[in-house]
């Protein structure tokens, strides 16, 4: 597993695809670097990318009210099937189906039902550049899908094809720490070589 950053209070990492970000990175870095590590944030398991763990009480407070304040910019590349708009700023309102662990856009509030918002640029053919405003699970997924451009290996949420996970990937995190801001970018294999236009 590949290691951004580290120091005594957090560590930065790209997920792999396959491995749980709760359970399974932890350990993983726990294994390498040493120590406990505290999950702030989530990707799931057939995502991966940019994350940030904390390795201390004190600075798991802070970076997720970080989290809770919005300081903490996640942005996201997924490619798409179709050409979504060249640029969007998308909200929507989201049902979760616990039971079988799947998310729909529905037209009113009720109860259980969390409003979602995401901004997004076209960076290539079915390409796109995401910064998420509120972290829904399955959020790009469905809204994207919802509007008829599912990731290409989504199956989940619509997509046709031989891909065996949704081409999703946290290519960049930024978030203030002592003072200053840490920014770290990586991009997947299927992405090389994009440019990240700048998202508000």
Known sequence: MQILYSDNDLAVCVKPVGLDSENEVPAALAE?????????HRLDKNVGGVMVY???KATAAALSKAIQDGTMVKEYVAQVHGEPPVSGDWTDLLWK??????VFVVKRERKGVKKARLEFNRIGSGLVHIRLHTGRSHQIRVQFASRGFPLLGD??????????????FSCRLTFPYRSKIHSYTTLPEWAEGAILDALK
């Open 32 to 40: 390498i670097l040493g120590g406990t590590f505290f999950t702030l």
């Open 54 to 56: 904390a390795r201390t």
């Open 155 to 168: 199956h989940k949420y619509g997509a046709r094809d031989e891909f065996a996970a949704p081409r999703l």
């Open 97 to 102: 189906d616990s039971g079988k662990n799947k």
